[in-house]
């Protein structure tokens, strides 16, 4: 059974920290899309992935955040420093664009920066 | 300022009622999916639509694309308890480096 997996499943850490959140997407898949979800703002993307290419990050802070394909079955999110108002969940969801424009998703990290 | 506005926000109902969510832009999309998801979980894919006015059932959810692509609607008959969850609509935006963008949402509560 095809799913993305992404770790860890929970984060807890103290402002100013590094934090790297990972994702294997479905084997196949093409595009890898990175989302934060909160209560005020919903799902945001933040960025995503074709053919491991970066093709959007405008949604993402650039001066906190960055996001990397370092192969076809590892993307990563890392944060540095975080801060208190980056905690929500994070998602990864892999998909084949454009045969057809859907997300499957991973199970999300939930971050708490305190 | 969103694309996609899902209304209502909230609805909270009994079972065996009906319901309908709804999803509306001002811009003109090649397709709309829905999404549920439930807490702790990441958005499961229901349907797409893709050809305005186009109608997909499952089961006792059925899903309308608008005749001018800017609008789709959730129908759920006779709401169970398992139906509760967060709906989301989702489409494709941006031309060339098309992203998925998705709605409000709508979050829903099916009481026994």
């Known amino acids: 059974d095809a799913r993305v997996t992404q770790t860890p499943r929970h984060k807890v850490t103290e402002m100013g920290q590094e934090v790297t959140m990972r994702c294997q997407p479905i084997?196949?898949?093409?595009?890898v899309f990175w989302y934060r979800q909160t209560m005020m703002q919903g799902l945001e993307l933040l960025a995503y992935f074709r053919n491991r290419a970066p093709l959007d990050d405008s949604g993402m802070p650039k001066d906190r955040f960055s996001a990397e394909m370092p192969d076809a079955t590892l993307a990563t999110l890392k944060i540095q420093p975080s801060e208190p108002r980056d905690s929500a969940v994070y998602f990864c969801?892999?998909?084949?664009?454009?045969?057809?424009?859907?997300?499957?998703f991973g199970q999300g990290t939930r971050l708490t920066v305190v | 300022t969103q694309l996609l506005e899902q209304s209502p926000q909230f609805l909270s109902i009994q079972e065996g009622e009906n319901l309908t969510v709804y999803c509306n832009s001002s811009?003109?999309?090649?397709?709309l999916q829905w999404y549920r998801q439930e807490p702790g979980e990441g958005p499961v894919l229901l349907v797409t639509v893709v050809t305005g006015g186009e109608v997909k059932k499952l089961k006792r959810l059925t899903f309308q694309f608008g005749d001018a692509r800017k609008d789709s609607s959730l129908h759920i008959t006779a709401a169970q308890p398992g139906d509760t969850g967060l709906y989301l609509c989702a489409g494709p935006y941006g031309g060339a480096t098309n992203k998925l963008i998705f709605g409000t949402g709508t979050l829903l509560a099916v009481q026994p």
């Open positions: 969801a892999s998909g084949l664009v454009p045969d057809r424009f859907e997300a499957f």
């Open positions: 084997l196949g898949h093409n595009t």
């Open positions: 811009s003109v999309f090649s397709s």
